[in-house]
């Protein structure tokens, strides 16, 4: 009975509006309204087709029989930059826990709207994280440019260095994660929200395998963000809060840039980010290219253990054409 009651009331609050409307009718003409309405229409259609034709789309999943399926893993994808065509999909678009993979948003944002030289000031809430979680090893009072920041957010996968990054670039975390959603619907990854700028498990922090495809997509437009994922080491300069100059070494935590791990003949690895919590299991997003040069993006979300990530990743990768 509520409902009918509401129904009712909505009617009713609803009679003066039509009658208004009908008043006015000779004020706005129906061929106006129809008009109004084609050109959202049509808005809408080249918006659809436009993305279509700039991206790799699929609805559903696409097996590969070059790869060895893994039932385990909670998502995988291989995409074919270049041609803009899915090569393999595995629950691409079921939501997941992305763990780190979290970072190259973090990064697609800090390169888009920072200055790379700046000097950022480490918090003490920034070194605030849990003993256990990765870490740059920076300290309370530590300066150093946002450049270098970024490759202590992107090689070791530091949780200090993402928010120490997210309070230099927007003030604080919370502010920081609403430009990360912002920027995701941009890129049309509408199936993610981001809690945090690190990945660390939240329920309100979660991502697809097709929405990593895109924001990595638009991470790999920027320059720096290649020079990154590519570099296997790097030294950063690091004053503290009494004035004195370290060097920080980062070893990169992606075994193929590493050199830890050997990926298919027909494939050079560019780089990526991996993640990994007890949520999220093990993650991997990676840039390749064939011998023709053309670039793919593969995915692994969910692997059961690191090694079974790479062995995943490795065959995913196999499915790469030569040429």
């Known amino acids: 009975m509520r409902c009918i009651n509401k129904r009712f009331r909505r009617i009713f609050c609803l009679l003066p509006c039509l009658l208004f409307l009908c008043g006015c009718q000779k004020e706005v003409p129906q061929n106006r309204i129809a008009e109004y309405e084609q050109s959202i229409y049509t808005e809408d259609l080249y918006r659809s087709e436009l993305f279509a034709d ?21 998502g995988a994808a291989l995409f074919d930059v270049e041609n ?12 997941l826990f992305p763990a780190s993979t979290t970072k190259i948003l973090t990064a697609l944002i800090a390169i888009e709207r920072g200055n790379l030289d700046d000097i950022v000031r480490v918090s003490e809430n920034a070194v605030n994280i849990p003993a256990d979680s990765s870490r740059a090893w920076l300290l309370a009072g530590d300066q150093l440019t946002l450049r270098d920041l970024l490759y202590g957010l992107m090689l070791p996968s530091g949780n200090d260095a993402a928010i120490a990054i997210a309070e230099h670039i927007a003030g604080g975390v919370d502010s920081f994660t609403a430009l990360m ?59 503290d809060a009494g004035g004195t100059v370290r060097q920080a070494g980062w070893n990169q935590s992606n075994y193929y840039t590493a050199g830890r791990t050997a990926a298919p003949e027909q494939v050079e690895v560019i780089g990526g980010k991996t993640g ?39 065959s995913i990768l196999s499915a790469v054409p030569a040429s």
Do not use: W
């Open 84 to 95: 803009k065509e899915v090569l393999y999909a595995y629950r691409m678009h079921e939501r």
């Open 276 to 314: 990994t919590t007890d949520e999220a299991g093990s993650c991997l997003v990676l840039l390749s290219r064939n011998q023709a040069g053309n670039p793919y993006i593969s995915i692994v979300m969910g692997a059961a253990s690191k090694p079974v990530l790479y062995q995943d990743m490795t």
């Open 54 to 74: 700039t991206l790799c789309a699929a609805a559903e999943d696409i097996p590969n029989e070059l790869i060895q399926e893994d039932a385990s893993l909670h």
């Open 181 to 239: 959603n912002e920027k995701a619907r941009s890129l049309g990854a509408t199936n993610s929200h981001f809690a945090n700028p690190h990945g660390l498990e939240d329920p309100n922090h979660y991502t697809t395998a097709y929405d990593l495809y895109l924001i990595l997509n638009a991470c790999i437009k920027e320059e720096t963000f290649l020079e990154i994922i590519g570099t296997p080491q790097y030294t950063a300069s690091i004053t």
